[in-house]
């Protein structure tokens, strides 16, 4: 379980590691997918699609999912990958480029340094972080080892996203005041699981990691971690992480002076924590000029807007997306892909475009390169967006708004507010303290 020698030797070195060159095409990259019951099943199929990757060792703690996906990459014409339930023994093998995470939040940015230590890139799942402290080591640790690390946020590679931001840029709805992110999704109520015995095959322990110590429940285990403090964010910081990306690049600010979130768990007794709906404002003045970015969170039956989530199959009850709101009209983004204006007080449509991208190939661009400005959704950009969330997480919890000093990184006054910035860690599974 405890390999200190390893990463002791590996963090030593990695300072001197030099990015391995892939000047012939036929060089493959060698890629180690961590987690893959959900999102981890995307990052294989994207990868089994590229022929300049080979998928090299797979690692899941529940050994059931692990077998699974090693049969089906068999199944695709792949060579059967390496099988791992530890990460840390996966890191020893050298000949690894990358790891792919999609495990858990609360073991993302621990994984991410660890595989940093080991000289790997990492493709990091959303959100990079479990809270504010971790959000400051993972990027500090990308460049410390110097390592390329990705933040899991699709549309930071979508065409039609990125124009989207462009036009704005260039003034298409004028001046841009504010920025609205959208997360209405129908989640049913999750009930009630008592403690339960760990299922054959899952290395509890494992999956555990930092968090704290408990029995095992299935509502505490596969997906529905979400709903927990000690190992997801909720849903603004599960579907909701990619709209506060979307608005706070759009908006074109990093960190706010003022924030305060109100909301609840509504309708439902079950087993759940965090809130199923949330309000949450985040008010910015950079550069002497004010701007507003607001969220919502619901959970149940709703309305849509601005015609997103319309354009879906026929009854789609989900909205999700941005709306940015400018002196000479408004922009809507659906989605992931897809962004359409409306201009002046008649409304009149102007620019639109719906395109999708790979983040995961860029990614693996930028990993051939070795270029750290090839990524389009660089860890310092997850790490500034997974901060937002979390923030508004923290006024949620302790119930007042925020005044948040970006130059010392802390709440003004508010010593309850701080204390959420970070967690207790469960040894060995520690991140630490690099800035």
Known sequence: MNRRNFFASSALAAGALATKSFGNPS??????????????????????????????????????????????????????????????????DKSIDAISIATPNHSHTMQTIWACQAGKHVYCEKPCSHDIFE?????????????????????????????????????????VYMARGLCFKWRDTIGRTPPSPVPPGVHYDLWLGPAPKTEFTKNRFHYNWHWFWDYGNGDLGNQGIHEVDIARWGLGVRYPTKVSAIGGHFMFDDDQ??????????????????????????????????????????????????????????????????????????QEPGPSRNEGGNN????????????????????????????????????????????????????????????????????????PKLV
């Open 27 to 92: 060089d493959r990259v060698r890629i180690a997918c961590v987690g893959v019951r959900g999102q981890g099943n995307s990052h294989i199929k994207n990868y089994l699609k590229m022929s300049d990757v080979e998928i090299a060792a797979v690692c899941d703690i529940d050994e059931s999912v692990l077998d699974m996906r090693l049969g089906e990459i068999e199944k695709a014409g792949g060579k059967k990958p390496d099988r791992y339930t530890d990460l840390r023994k996966l890191l020893e």
């Open 135 to 175: 959000s400051r080591q993972i990027v500090a640790a990308a460049r410390k080892y110097d390592r390329l690390v990705q933040h899991g946020v699709n549309a930071r590679s979508s065409p039609g996203i990125m124009e989207a931001v462009a036009k704005m840029r260039e003034g298409v709805i004028g001046d």
């Open 273 to 346: 924590e965090t809130p199923n709906t949330i309000n949450a404002t985040w008010e910015f003045t950079e550069g002497g000029r004010k701007r507003i970015m607001v969220f919502e969170v619901r959970h149940w039956i709703s309305n849509h807007e601005a015609g997103i989530g319309e354009g879906g199959k026929k009854f789609n009850p989900n909205t999700v997306g941005n709306t940015f709101y400018g002196s000479k009209g408004y922009l809507a983004i659906d989605g992931y892909n897809e962004y359409k204006t409306w201009l002046g007080k008649e």
């Open 360 to 431: 995961w190939a860029n990614f693996i661009k930028a990993v051939r390169s070795g270029r750290r400005e090839e990524l389009n959704n660089e860890i310092q950009e997850g790490a500034d967006s997974a901060t937002l969330m979390h923030l508004a997480n923290v006024s949620y919890r302790v119930g007042r708004t925020l005044n948040f000093n970006h130059e010392t990184f802390e709440v003004t006054g508010d010593a309850e507010a701080n204390a959420l910035f970070k967690r207790n860690y469960r040894a060995p599974f520690v991140v």
